[in-house]
């Protein structure tokens, strides 16, 4: 009874060599430009810039309002600010008062003479 060893086949080393050199160039060409790549991190950077930005004008936007509403709070209620929002939705003004028109439009102040607002 004789043995025969079989020798591995060249080609079956041939193929996972090539396997693996093929999967090493799927993995550096998603280095470069796949999703999380070199050249997607330049995008993401720009987009964190500007979310940043739109945060910072959200944050004043915010400060804002808690500041107009912490002018309304009981305890440290301004009587002049209320008088004046009052009168301002009312469209009220006492004899005492200087009115300064503005034009909607452009937000300034209309120009004209005291003569005819007074006969408007």
Known sequence: M???LKRPSFWRHV?????????QGYLGFNVVSGQFGIE????????IEELK???GALQAEIDAYRHRVALFDPARLDPDIVSERARALLSMAQPDDIIVMIDPATGKPVSSSSSQLSQN
């Open 2 to 4: 004789s043995t025969r």
């Open 15 to 23: 193929a996972v060599a090539l396997g693996l050199v093929a999967f």
């Open 40 to 47: 997607s991190q330049k995008q993401m950077h720009a987009e």
């Open 53 to 55: 930005a739109q945060s």
